[in-house]
Structure formats: structure tokens, C-alpha cells
């Protein structure tokens, strides 16, 4: 085999509780990841030596600050003897949306390269590369479509989803730095107890495993929310223009700018986006469902 092609799924975050701000200045959080089917496509060609990654989406890092690249790099140092590689990323996922693209492509590149070159390496020897590029890495290196995730989001659990769900987001291209919706954020003083926050998480799965998004949604929150709606008003907008359109779970995705209502079928997510007036505001509308 001398090329593999694979997908690489974004993913939401249904729920996300900040715990506390460490001393180190990163923050504990809780939340509840689940990919779905809007995904980039990754293309790996083996070459005889060196590196070369292009891209359909204008400027997007392809050098040495790729987290493709990265994961490149962090295989070069265990398997010296590694054979060189052309890879070809098609971006379908917006750049700085809070959905995970970045994370998704190192992990389904680190999956990828395994596959092509039969490489020897544990999956926790993959976590641990996986976490040295980013929080939300392992979770897309884990078999699952749903997964409650803690620490900074690099601890997790599998949980069961026997159900297929499906999106509206409301997408832009102008994306959002997670550094200064964190800098931006207000902590409460009185850390939030992980014990309960691991059992809210799984009632909520369980909610929307079976489909009650009207339970679901009386649970839910982004935490990072706040923060994002400050420093840009526009999101608040579109939560606000779903919630009128008649979405009963509506909610911002990671540190944003991405929104997203949870619906039991395409049917509904098809209606909502008729009914929802999000034209004036800089989104465009994807349907997307469980991955």
C-alpha cells in the first residue's frame, strides 16, 4: 500500500463545565465531546524521504507549526528509519470554530500513518503523542462517537451512544482565538466539584442518547460562553436565533464562534433551517449528524 486516504470528523462539544483555573494558568474543565460528520480528508503518499504537506484552504500553517507536522515529527523521533511523506489536506472544517479540525487532522493523521507504514506502536504510546499536540487530540484518536472528558480535556471515558442525532450549526470562517476567550473568562472562586460534573455528563448522554433534547437541554451549558459573547456579540445573536426559530437545545461549541441545535432527525434540522433567521448575521447553516 503506497497512499491511504481517511477522514477526519470534527466534533461538538455538548456540555462544558470550567472547574477551576490552575496555577499554571491552564483551566480544569468537564465536557462532553461528540464527533460528527462534517470532516476534512486526509491523503498520505509515501514518498522516498522528507515531508511535504499542501492544503486547499489559503493559509493555513503547512510548515513546522502544523499540528500535522508536529505529529510528523513526534513519529520521526520514535521510528528514525520512517519513510518520507506527501500529505494532502482538504479542509472542510472551519478554521478556529471551536470544533476540533486542528485535533481531529493530527489524530487521523497519526491513525493514518500507522495503517500505511504497519508501524508498532501501542495506543497508549499514540495517547502520548496525541496530548503533547493538543487537549483534544485523544479524544479523536479513541474509538467512540462520544466520550466525557476532564483535567484539561485530555482525560476520558468512552460512553455508550446508541443513537444517531443530527445538527444545525451555524458556521463562519472568522474564527475565534481559545486563548483569549480564556484570558477573557471569569472563574468562580469556589471550584466545581468534578465528582458531580462527571454525573451530570453521563445523565446527559443518556438524555441524548435516547433523544430527550428538551431534558437534555435543561441540563447543558458552555461555561466558555460568557466569555465569547463579549468578544463577539454575533454568537450570542445566533444562539438567540435558533432558540426563535423554535430549536428546543441550542448552544455555542467549544470556545466558538461555532452554535449548534441538537435535533432528533434530518427532517426536523431541515425545518428548523428553513424557519431560522440567521441571514443577517455572518453564518451560513450546516446539517451535520453523529459520526
Known sequence: MNNITIQSP????????VLRKRPDGYHDLLTLFHRISLSDTITIQKRKKGFRLSTNRRGLETGEGSLIT?????????????????????????????????SSNAAHFLLGMKKLFRLRISRKELF??????GADV??????????????????????PFPSKLYFLL?????????????????????????????????ILSSFFGTKRIREAAGLAEND??????????????????L?????????MSGSGPTVFA???NREKAEALRRRSQARSLPYRKLICHTF
Request: charged share 25%.
Open 10 to 17: 470534527a466534533k461538538l462539544n455538548l456540555h462544558l463545565k
Open 70 to 102: 508536529k505529529a510528523y515529527r513526534s513519529l520521526q523521533k520514535k521510528f528514525p528509519e520512517l519513510g518520507g511523506v506527501s500529505v494532502r489536506l482538504e479542509k472542510k472544517i472551519p478554521l478556529g470554530a471551536g470544533l476540533g479540525g486542528g
Open 128 to 133: 502520548k503523542i496525541g496530548k503533547t499536540l
Open 138 to 159: 485523544p479524544f479523536f484518536l479513541m474509538d467512540t462517537s462520544n466520550a466525557v472528558a476532564w483535567g484539561i480535556g485530555d482525560k476520558m471515558r468512552s460512553l
Open 170 to 202: 451555524l458556521v463562519t470562517d472568522k474564527g475565534l482565538k481559545t486563548k483569549k476567550v480564556y484570558q477573557n473568562l471569569r472563574v468562580r472562586k469556589k471550584p466545581v466539584s468534578l465528582t458531580k460534573e462527571k454525573r451530570v455528563a453521563i
Open 224 to 241: 466558555l460562553e460568557s466569555s465569547a459573547f463579549v468578544l463577539r456579540p454575533s454568537i450570542s445573536r445566533a444562539v438567540k436565533a
Open 243 to 251: 432558540r426563535s426559530a423554535g430549536a428546543s437545545f441550542a448552544l
Open 262 to 264: 441538537v435535533l432528533e
